[in-house]
């Protein structure tokens, strides 16, 4: 996480208003509502009257079923968090009478909470019923409806004694009694923001009855809170002073509620957060900044001991983290970022992850003051020490200047960005004329962006597709060389997967062959990787070289292109490093074998016979590398009806080049395997250590099928490792008698299997070689 530093910054006493601001606003709301009977009605009851008269309460609780709670994605029933009993709206009814008092009770709650009143609406939940020792434990409400800002509970006349309503927001607490319904004389509401933690304490006497509402603010135009006719001049000041200093570091403003993504718009921002982000949004309007809502997240990890470790060292604090005490030592890693982006109408935004500064976060509570919604302690495990992972949530209102929008947004996740900048440039088409220029002009700023940070991708690495496949050519649709060029510099820098098959040829052909030469030279040129290892060509690479090289064209510019092209390629690929043979996976094809076929029919197309010999030359010499069965015969049978089609004949270079593989299968086809006549087998065992002696002594014996090697366990290890290197002719087992244990060897006839099957693979791909008349 970056963290900035400098001289007077303006962060600081924004973020000392902010925290007045959120001291002073108001949370929970509670009143006695007018007397008024509210004509319960219970199905299968009948009228139920409060105060409950005797034996009322019994029935009522007969009649209802046990509450349950929310746990993630889970809803379950445990008396142990939640005792309580429940009706469901369809199950009950009331009066109307009541139906208007808690309307009012609606537009009290509203004024006080900072809603709009005119568009709050009560909507009835459930009917709620505490026995004596009913409680339920910290939680915060889930957002039932769309658009739901607040939570209302009216409790009923009834005599009861706790179930207080504890209602918490950040450091804050307030208890509502509800003493006029627990003294059975009137009813009493309470109403506060859906997100704050709340708890219903235990019921020690007697029975509360509640109703509980959701409060959702209906649609409707969106109306800000009013702000003055120009904003306060120290808040643009201080913004203004931010993004001068620091351009694409976004200005963030922590809220002092939290939402979920549906609630991420000014119209369902509560008390103190709507004021806020009203005079952020007018101060950034001032001072040339675009203003947005997202989610902020903070992933910490420190390292961390438990009580009883005594390795630690140092000063460090002692936290409680479910009941077990462990002191935090030093930070490893803090990663900080927005996501989850809306604009102020609650537009959502398709930008991915932005990655934030810290001292750019104006917060009520200090950043590392903020309460973790997750924790994860993990102690030692041998591999890796102790660390304690942190997770933070914040909503906020993030600020950045308009000028520098689309450098801001792909910095963090440029992939996220591609579809909004395909959809942009499609729109040019609908655009009327005289805005064609400064749209094009947009596109243009929002594509260099997205080639300034555009991310690393491995061709190894690549699983399926992602929008970075379809920017090249809505980069083209732009028609702009120097937006090519540096589109193509970047990806020889970091990007070996991102298809380039039609886009290069494409872009030659409008701006000329000799237009990105350079840049083509750099995709292709050889590099090594941190290791200081040569990487192989990317296939990527040489499916856009044998479009390019397939061009029917007699521009000699693309002659001189495409030779140079070749030479390049040619010598990549022949001058790569070595791979062992026992790193590869011999059932499937390597990368390299899989784009042979691009190369060759490139130097064909090109006809570029010198180089097509020296690959042919080069694929023989490595036969651990390139195939028969991966390799070299699926390349010729992609590559000779490709010659018939383009030239009318098979290209000679490539003729010899089956002539000399039909001849090597004709070879090892002329006889079959014959099995062993004895024990003997081959004994190629390299290591010359005494234990291997033995190894070789027995393999080669035609009379022994069964071996005996008394050894210490490094040493029978190290005959295993020998005998599974050279796949020899043995399974092994331990006989634990004696000292020390002995390995037990008995020959088999793997070689012979494997020559058999070997066989099968040859005659195989002898039949399924082409012909070439």
Same mark, same amino acid.
């Given at each position: 996480?970056?963290?900035?530093?400098?001289?007077?910054?303006?962060?600081?006493?924004?973020?000392?208003?902010?925290?007045?601001?959120?001291r002073s606003a108001k949370f929970v709301v509670d009143g006695a509502l007018p007397?008024?009977?509210?004509?319960?009605?219970?199905?299968?009851?009948?009228?139920?009257?409060?105060?409950?008269?005797?034996?009322?309460?019994?029935?009522?609780?007969?009649?209802?079923?046990?509450?349950?709670?929310?746990?993630?994605?889970?809803?379950?029933?445990?008396?142990?968090?939640?005792?309580?009993?429940?009706?469901?709206?369809?199950?009950?009814?009331?009066?109307?009478?009541?139906?208007?008092?808690?309307?009012?009770?609606?537009?009290?709650?509203?004024?006080?909470?900072?809603?709009?009143?005119?568009?709050?609406?009560?909507?009835?939940?459930?009917?709620?019923?505490?026995?004596?020792?009913?409680?339920?434990?910290?939680?915060?409400?889930?957002?039932?409806?769309?658009?739901?800002?607040?939570?209302?509970?009216?409790?009923?006349?009834?005599?009861?004694?706790?179930?207080?309503?504890?209602?918490?927001?950040?450091?804050?607490?307030?208890?509502?009694?509800?003493?006029?319904?627990?003294?059975?004389?009137?009813?009493?509401?309470?109403?506060?923001?859906?997100?704050?933690?709340?708890?219903?304490?235990?019921?020690?006497?007697?029975?509360?009855?509640?109703?509980?509402?959701?409060?959702?603010?209906?649609?409707?135009?969106?109306?800000?809170?009013?702000?003055?006719?120009?904003?306060?001049?120290?808040?643009?000041?201080?913004?203004?002073?931010?993004?001068?200093?620091?351009?694409?570091?976004?200005?963030?403003?922590?809220?002092?509620?939290?939402?979920?993504?549906?609630?991420?718009?000014?119209?369902?921002?509560?008390?103190?957060?709507?004021?806020?982000?009203?005079?952020?949004?007018?101060?950034?309007?001032?001072?040339?900044?675009?203003?947005?809502?997202?989610?902020?997240?903070?992933?910490?990890?420190?390292?961390?001991?438990?009580?009883?470790?005594?390795?630690?060292?140092?000063?460090?604090?002692?936290?409680?983290?479910?009941?077990?005490?462990?002191?935090?030592?030093?930070e490893i890693e803090d990663e900080l970022y927005a996501e989850e982006w809306a604009?102020?109408?609650?537009?959502?935004?398709?930008?991915?992850?932005?990655?934030?500064?810290?001292?750019?976060?104006?917060?009520?509570?200090?950043?590392?003051?903020?309460?973790?919604?997750?924790?994860?302690?993990?102690?030692?495990?041998?591999?890796?020490?102790?660390?304690?992972?942190?997770?933070?949530?914040?909503?906020?209102?993030?600020?950045?200047?308009?000028?520098?929008?689309?450098?801001?947004?792909?910095?963090?996740?440029?992939?996220?960005?591609?579809?909004?900048?395909?959809?942009?440039?499609?729109?040019?088409?609908?655009?009327?004329?005289?805005?064609?220029?400064?749209?094009?002009?947009?596109?243009?700023?929002?594509?260099?962006?997205?080639?300034?940070?555009?991310?690393?991708?491995?061709?190894?690495?690549?699983?399926?597709?992602?929008?970075?496949?379809?920017? @090249?050519? #809505?980069?083209?649709?732009? %028609?702009? /060389? $120097?937006?090519?060029?540096?589109? +193509?510099?970047? *990806? !020889? &820098?970091?990007?070996?997967?991102?298809?380039?098959?039609?886009?290069?040829?494409?872009?030659?052909?409008?701006?000329?062959?000799?237009?990105?030469?350079?840049?083509?030279?750099?995709?292709?040129? @050889?590099? #090594?990787?941190?290791?200081? %290892?040569? /990487? $192989?060509?990317?296939?990527?690479? +040489?499916?856009? *070289? !044998? &479009?390019?090289?397939?061009?029917?064209?007699?521009?000699?510019?693309?002659?001189?292109?495409?030779?140079?092209?070749?030479?390049?390629?040619?010598?990549?690929?022949?001058?790569?490093?070595?791979? @062992?043979?026992?790193?590869?996976?011999?059932?499937?094809?390597?990368?390299?074998?899989?784009? +042979?076929?691009? *190369?060759?029919?490139?130097?064909?197309?090109?006809?570029?016979?010198?180089?097509?010999?020296?690959?042919?030359?080069?694929?023989?010499?490595?036969?651990?590398?390139?195939?028969?069965?991966?390799?070299?015969? @699926?390349?010729?049978?992609?590559?000779?009806?490709?010659?018939?089609?383009?030239?009318?004949?098979?290209?000679?270079?490539?003729?010899?080049?089956?002539?000399?593989?039909?001849?090597?299968?004709?070879?090892?086809?002329?006889?079959?395997?014959?099995?062993?006549?004895?024990?003997?087998?081959?004994?190629?065992?390299?290591?010359?250590?005494?234990?291997?002696?033995?190894?070789?002594?027995?393999?080669?014996?035609?009379?022994?099928?069964?071996?005996?090697?008394?050894?210490?366990?490094?040493?029978?290890?190290?005959?295993?490792?020998?005998?599974?290197?050279?796949?020899?002719?043995?399974?092994?087992?331990?006989?634990?008698?004696?000292?020390?244990?002995?390995?037990?060897?008995?020959?088999?006839?793997?070689?012979?299997?494997?020559?058999?099957?070997?066989?099968?693979?040859?005659?195989?791909?002898?039949?399924?070689?082409?012909?070439?008349?």
């Amino acid at each position: 996480m970056g963290k900035s530093r400098g001289k007077s910054s303006p962060v600081p006493a924004l973020a000392a208003a902010v925290h007045a601001a959120a001291r002073s606003a108001k949370f929970v709301v509670d009143g006695a509502l007018p007397a008024a009977d509210p004509g319960l009605v219970v199905e299968g009851i009948g009228p139920v009257p409060v105060p409950l008269r005797r034996g009322a309460a019994k029935a009522l609780v007969a009649a209802c079923h046990a509450a349950p709670y929310g746990k993630g994605t889970q809803t379950l029933v445990d008396d142990r968090v939640r005792k309580t009993f429940e009706l469901d709206p369809a199950q009950f009814s009331l009066g109307a009478g009541w139906t208007a008092a808690v309307a009012d009770a609606t537009r009290t709650a509203a004024q006080a909470l900072g809603l709009p009143a005119d568009r709050l609406e009560a909507r009835l939940y459930k009917l709620l019923v505490y026995e004596k020792g009913g409680f339920f434990l910290p939680h915060r409400d889930s957002e039932k409806h769309d658009r739901m800002v607040a939570s209302l509970i009216a409790v009923l006349p009834n005599p009861f004694e706790g179930g207080t309503l504890v209602v918490r927001h950040g450091p804050a607490e307030e208890k509502i009694p509800f003493r006029d319904a627990a003294s059975g004389t009137g009813a009493w509401f309470a109403a506060f923001y859906a997100d704050c933690e709340h708890e219903v304490a235990r019921v020690t006497a007697g029975v509360r009855i509640a109703l509980a509402y959701n409060l959702v603010l209906a649609p409707g135009a969106a109306v800000r809170p009013a702000t003055p006719a120009a904003p306060a001049d120290a808040l643009v000041e201080a913004i203004g002073s931010w993004v001068a200093r620091h351009p694409t570091k976004p200005l963030v403003f922590a809220l002092d509620h939290h939402y979920t993504q549906r609630g991420l718009s000014l119209d369902l921002l509560k008390g103190a957060d709507r004021t806020l982000a009203a005079g952020v949004a007018a101060a950034a309007g001032h001072a040339g900044c675009l203003v947005h809502l997202a989610q902020v997240s903070r992933h910490l990890t420190n390292s961390a001991f438990d009580e009883y470790d005594r390795y630690g060292y140092g000063d460090r604090r002692t936290r409680l983290q479910g009941g077990q005490q462990i002191r935090v030592g030093e930070e490893i890693e803090d990663e900080l970022y927005a996501e989850e982006w809306a604009d102020l109408d609650g537009k959502k935004q398709s930008w991915g992850a932005v990655a934030l500064d810290s001292v750019a976060v104006v917060s009520a509570t200090p950043l590392d003051d903020w309460k973790p919604t997750a924790e994860e302690y993990e102690g030692y495990t041998g591999n890796a020490g102790n660390t304690l992972d942190r997770w933070y949530h914040r909503s906020a209102v993030v600020v950045w200047p308009r000028d520098r929008h689309y450098d801001v947004v792909t910095r963090g996740h440029a992939a996220a960005c591609v579809p909004q900048f395909r959809s942009m440039v499609k729109g040019l088409s609908k655009t009327p004329k005289a805005k064609r220029d400064a749209a094009r002009g947009e596109c243009l700023r929002f594509a260099r962006a997205l080639v300034a940070n555009w991310p690393h991708r491995y061709a190894h690495f690549r699983e399926g597709t992602s929008p970075c496949d379809q920017f @090249p050519a #809505a980069l083209l649709a732009l %028609h702009d /060389r $120097d937006a090519v060029a540096a589109f +193509l510099t970047v *990806l !020889a &820098e970091r990007d070996e997967a991102t298809p380039l098959k039609t886009f290069v040829a494409a872009a030659c052909r409008e701006f000329g062959w000799d237009a990105f030469e350079r840049e083509l030279k750099l995709l292709i040129s @050889p590099r #090594a990787d941190q290791y200081g %290892h040569r /990487r $192989d060509l990317a296939p990527r690479d +040489l499916e856009w *070289l !044998a &479009e390019v090289c397939g061009e029917t064209t007699h521009d000699p510019e693309w002659r001189l292109l495409v030779g140079e092209l070749c030479r390049v390629a040619v010598g990549r690929f022949c001058e790569r490093d070595a791979r @062992p043979r026992w790193g590869r996976d011999c059932t499937t094809a390597t990368a390299a074998e899989k784009s +042979l076929p691009d *190369l060759l029919r490139a130097l064909a197309a090109a006809g570029r016979d010198d180089d097509f010999a020296r690959v042919i030359r080069y694929v023989r010499e490595s036969p651990s590398d390139f195939t028969l069965d991966y390799g070299q015969v @699926p390349a010729l049978k992609e590559l000779v009806p490709w010659s018939r089609e383009r030239f009318g004949s098979v290209y000679p270079p490539l003729r010899a080049w089956l002539d000399a593989v039909r001849a090597e299968l004709e070879r090892a086809t002329a006889a079959e395997p014959t099995p062993p006549a004895d024990w003997a087998r081959p004994a190629t065992v390299e290591c010359r250590c005494n234990f291997c002696t033995q190894l070789n002594t027995f393999l080669a014996d035609p009379a022994a099928g069964v071996g005996r090697i008394p050894a210490g366990e490094d040493s029978r290890r190290h005959v295993i490792q020998q005998v599974e290197r050279h796949r020899s002719d043995v399974t092994h087992r331990l006989e634990r008698t004696g000292r020390p244990y002995t390995l037990v060897l008995t020959k088999t006839t793997g070689s012979y299997d494997r020559a058999v099957q070997r066989y099968k693979t040859d005659c195989r791909l002898l039949r399924e070689l082409p012909s070439a008349p």
